[in-house]
């Protein structure tokens, strides 16, 4: 089961790898993935915004990187956020 700091906020509609570890204040969306061996450190966002959504052995991700998808438009698309 993954660990899910209890003031995280997780949609239930997401899918959630069971060795994923997800950090305080984080938020992930309906339609977002996060598969296995991914690290949300805390205040981690992950926004549907119109599009699908996958972050893939990601290692670790936390409040230091900048915005990964900031606008979607009109499109409904796809971002995969991955190793590197």
């Known amino acids: 089961m993954a660990s899910i700091h209890p003031t995280a ?3 239930p509609r997401a899918e959630i790898a069971a060795d994923v570890s997800i950090g305080p204040f984080c938020v992930i969306e309906a339609d ?7 690290r949300l450190g805390s205040h981690v ?3 549907r915004a119109r599009a699908w959504v996958s972050v893939t052995k ?25 190793h590197g």
């Not at 990601?58 to 499109?75: L, M, S, W």
């Open 58 to 82: 990601c290692g670790r991700h936390g409040p230091r990187r900048p915005p990964q998808h900031i606008h979607a438009g009109q499109q409904v698309g796809r971002l995969i956020i991955g």
């Open 9 to 11: 906020v997780v949609d």
């Open 45 to 47: 966002v992950v926004k």
């Open 32 to 38: 977002v993935v996060i598969e296995a061996g991914c």
